[in-house]
């Protein structure tokens, strides 16, 4: 599938900020089933910008603006062609050991609750792979999808106890239930392309990938309850929100700031609405 992504993030200060750094974690990488053809990274504003890459591999761009200033928008515009691997994810950097994602982060500590369902999902497959499978079915059968409340500070334990939430919350659940039974797992940001139509839409995607023996990193959408196809985008990964979160930063200035994000996911050839 060739994809067309925009995604604008714009923030308004009610102060004039005198500077801003922000770390943006927003261009895919290329790899087995997954093939950026063009990407840009646009700043409405004198910017620097320099490319790294962080302790996962994902690819950063790190942005440095200085004031006085009321407003930024940070736009990215793309294309990437992709296939359908059935969420097995091959030939992307991998710094780090599998081992590393057993750990359990400030949003992914499993409660009483979140090691139930994850020990209740190994009971019902022989092999790794299939208590996966089970675990991805019954997050999408005791979670309700809802996007009123959306809050990233939101932990999986939090998220289990209100029974719905977001991609965000149904992601970080997975990662607490694998790593709960001895599975490695993290967490993903990217993007989705809605087949339903709906190109235009409020944030980015979020799903989760587990470590399984000779196949490596498998991806498990408990949100929509399947691997992810060609429809999916993959951005970035960690071992929770904070640490794929598309972007991230600190100013100085003081006073609030209004967030205002979205997101345009499209087949090239397609009519985008604005």
Request: proline share 5%; hydrophobic share 40%; net charge negative.
């Amino acid at each position: 599938m060739r994809l067309q992504i925009r995604y604008r993030t714009s923030y308004v200060f009610d102060v004039p900020q005198q500077r801003l750094v922000q770390l943006a974690r927003l261009t895919p990488q290329s790899f087995a089933g997954q093939t950026v053809t063009q990407w840009f990274i646009n700043v409405d504003c004198d910017a620097r910008i320099n490319a790294t890459h962080d302790g996962y591999g994902n690819d950063v761009s790190m942005i440095y603006v200085d004031g006085p200033l009321a407003a930024l928008t940070i736009e990215v515009t793309g294309e990437v062609l992709t296939e359908n691997r059935a969420g097995v994810v091959r030939g992307i950097a991998e710094p780090l050991p599998p081992e590393v994602f057993l750990r359990p982060s400030p949003l992914t500590e499993a409660n009483d609750a979140i090691r139930a369902l994850a020990d209740q999902a190994a009971a019902r497959g022989s092999t790794p792979l299939e208590r996966l499978h089970a675990l991805n079915q019954s997050i999408y059968a005791t979670m309700r999808f809802d996007t009123a409340g959306t809050d990233v500070r939101r932990t999986a334990t939090e998220a289990m106890e209100l029974g719905h939430g977001v991609c965000q919350d149904f992601a970080h659940i997975f990662c607490a239930a694998a790593r709960a039974i001895d599975i490695p797992a993290r967490y993903v940001s990217g993007h989705l392309f809605r087949r339903d139509g709906a190109g235009d839409q409020p944030a980015a995607h979020a799903w989760a990938e587990a470590y399984v023996p000779d196949l490596g990193w498998v991806g498990f959408d408990s949100a929509n309850a399947i691997c992810p196809d060609d429809a999916y985008v993959r951005v970035a990964a960690g071992l929770d929100y904070r640490e794929a979160a598309p972007v991230a930063g600190a100013r100085t200035g003081g006073g609030s700031e209004t967030l205002d994000v979205s997101v345009s996911v499209v087949q090239a050839g397609q009519q985008r609405q604005n």
